[in-house]
């Protein structure tokens, strides 16, 4: 959030003091911010990515092939808003329109490429979505604010990868090995079956 953060304050050239990363809170407690304010509202987990897989394979040839397991990267969604209180009206929707404009034709950001201000080493590429909220909606984050509605935009930072621990060494499955049965009849079979299950195999 403070990369986002930092990134339009580069982008609309504000002073150090105009954007801060804090709570909704803050509009109540301090009368107003005077400024802009990036609070985290929600963070989702990105469920097309749970099932990953939780192993790969290194090597060309069978015998160089190594197993490795590891926990697939943490694929989070941040659900955040960035309010818009300045003193003057004007001002904050001025802002609020400059802002609009600079992620609509910047949707995504890669750490050390594109900006000044790199991410954390463990976070992916963002890709930052503008959200509507619906009026039911609106009416609950901002009665964290005191039941006040300021000028907001709502957006969504998608695919914020957390690399798990080092992968580990593990065993390869290189054979497998089949026990093939023959039953003259299909009652002979059946006793096979029940006699494993009753043995518990």
Not at 58 to 83: C, H, M, W
Not at 154 to 174: H, M, N, S, W
């Amino acid at each position: 959030m403070e990369f986002l953060a930092d990134s339009l304050k580069s982008a609309l050239e504000l002073d150090e003091n105009v954007i801060s990363v804090d709570t909704l809170q803050v509009l109540q407690d301090n009368n107003g911010a005077d400024g802009i304010v990036v609070s985290l509202l929600n963070v989702e987990e990105e469920s097309t990515l749970k099932n990953s897989p939780h192993h790969f394979v290194q090597g060309k040839t069978l015998e160089d092939k190594i197993l490795y397991r590891q926990a697939p990267p943490l694929s989070l969604n941040l659900r955040i808003v960035f309010v818009f209180d300045f003193n003057d009206y004007g001002t904050s929707l001025q802002r609020l329109s400059e802002a609009a404009n600079f992620f609509h034709k910047k949707k995504w950001f890669n750490p050390g490429i594109d900006s000044e201000t790199s991410l954390p080493e463990p976070i992916g590429k963002l890709i930052v979505d503008l959200e509507t909220l619906t009026l039911e909606q609106l009416n609950h984050v901002w009665s964290i604010s005191g039941g006040i509605h300021y000028p907001a935009l709502f957006y969504r930072v998608r695919l914020l990868k957390l690399e798990q621990d080092e992968p580990a060494e593990g065993t390869a499955i290189k054979n497998i090995e089949t026990q093939h049965e023959n039953f003259s009849t299909p009652e002979e079979m059946k006793k096979h079956l029940k006699e494993k299950l009753e043995n518990g195999v």
